[in-house]
């Protein structure tokens, strides 16, 4: 049995330890990785990236290098990705899958449909990417992304800015 001087001991340990716990009442930045595309004036993308920076005159884009656009150049902005990109990301993904799965069950030897690993990885290939295409394209339903007009109206841009400030300290 542990006596009283042990109890206490272990006891002020334990309080030492939790009273170093340090709590902060600050708002902690998360990083951001917001995506998206900008528009011109005319509708023609100007660029694409992940924001960088926003200040009441530019927007920065992170992408191969760091761009920054002018508030009174942009048309509008278009958050997230666009749809095609869950296409080929989900045919891509079922190819891949489907090349695997069905060229490792192939048995050139079988009675009704023999196939070899190869004519397996074709077939499963292209079914594969068909269904993978088919499930990316019914992701496109729970997308949301949004469309902010800007059209180079700095009262516009100001709303744009307070919305994507809201989403990064969330």
């Known amino acids: 049995m542990k006596t009283i001087k042990q109890q206490i001991r272990i006891t002020a340990l334990l309080f030492f330890f939790m009273s170093n716990i340090s709590v902060s009442a600050q708002k ?43 508030i009174h150049d942009i048309g509008f902005i278009k958050t997230k990705q666009s749809p095609g990109n869950n296409i080929i990301i989900g045919a891509a993904t ?22 070899t690993p190869a004519e397996g990885g074709l077939i499963g290939g292209f079914s594969g990417a068909l269904v993978g295409g088919a499930l990316g394209g019914i992701t496109i339903l729970f997308k949301h992304s949004s469309t902010y007009i800007i059209n180079g109206d ?17």
């Open 28 to 70: 902690e930045i998360k990083k951001h990785n917001i995506f998206i595309r900008v528009y011109n004036l005319d509708g023609k993308m100007i660029s694409k990236g992940r924001i960088a920076f926003l200040n009441d005159s530019f927007i920065g884009l992170k992408k191969n290098k760091n761009i920054e656009i002018s």
């Open 94 to 115: 079922g190819a891949a899958l489907g090349a695997v799965l069905i060229a490792s069950s192939s048995s050139p030897n079988d009675w009704i449909f023999p196939y």
């Open 154 to 170: 700095l009262e516009k841009w100001q709303v744009f800015k307070s919305m994507i400030e809201k989403q990064i300290f969330k």
